[in-house]
């Protein structure tokens, strides 16, 4: 659930460079900022999370708003051991810790700042956690923060934004303009970067998940089912191209009305994609999330035995 911590200020003093230094947010430019009364900014502190802070926190101080910054772990992310790939520790790294940052920033521009912490779906507590506070709109760095999101899960960015019922702003931001505020914060604000690697420290070793057996099941369950479908969609694909080359006069064919074989064939590529994408999450549902989950309570169990141990 989530619990409001209050006002939270940064820990150290000073004065960031002028907002006409700063990166600007490639957000929708306003010849007027809407009068916000509490905008809230929900922020992993990854690169894309710290450019939508930027932006938020120069829409509060042009509005008057309030700044909710709200953090979203779930329970030792199931999907993310799902989705590993050899670098498993990659998946936690962060720059710095998001509401860390957005307190400092929001500090030195006068901004009044609160901070969240939910524990469950993000896309839900992110929701929720807009109706709780009565938010007159939510910003979000727009990227996905599942990998493969293009395969049938989408994005959290576009998740919140289709199900919200107050304005989502997106922004999105290259790392060159935000890693000077990431090196400006660690470096006047050490806390930042030992929070961030503190949060970064899950419960599970994961260089010990890339030989664990319930981790390898995973991983066999998942290409039991990737490596046919790969096949498939390539030899398709192969399909149309060899017909386009060799059998130009078949793909011109009429088939149905104006449309020719070749454009049914093409077509028919983006349906089996579609059609891919929805049996995998089926399957993910049924059988990836529940193996993920095993392999995750085994890890967490050989790390609390080594716990004891010491």
Partial sequence: MEEPTGNRSPRVAGRHRSEANRPQSTAAKHEATPAYRRLLLATDGSLPALAATVHAVRLARESG??????????????????????????LHVRPVDGVTAACVLASDAGVETHTHEAQGPIVDSILEAARRIDADAIVLGQTGTRP????????????????????????????????????????????????ARATADPDVDWAEAANDPSFRTLVSAKARFLVPALVLSLGFYLLITVLAGLAPG???????????????????TYIMA?????????????GFDPKAADAVSVLQGHQAQREERA
């Avoid at 989705?83 to 990659?90: D, K, Q």
């Avoid at 790392?175 to 006047?188: G, L, N, W």
């Avoid at 579609?274 to 049924?286: I, Q, S, T």
């Fill in 148 to 195: 493969f999101p293009q395969i049938g899960l989408g994005s959290v960015s576009e998740a919140v934004q289709s199900r919200s019922s107050v304005p989502v702003i997106l922004v999105s931001g290259r790392a060159a303009e935000v890693v000077p505020i990431v090196k400006e914060i660690i470096a006047r604000d050490p806390e930042a970067m030992a929070t």
């Fill in 250 to 268: 078949f793909m011109a064919q009429r088939a149905v009305g104006p449309l020719s074989l070749g454009y049914l064939l093409v077509f028919a």
């Fill in 65 to 90: 708003a309030e700044l909710h910054a709200l953090h979203v772990t779930t329970p030792e992310s199931d999907l993310q051991v799902e989705f590993a790939e050899p670098n498993l520790e990659l």
């Fill in 274 to 286: 579609w059609g891919v994408a929805l049996v995998y999450v089926r399957v993910a549902n049924r």
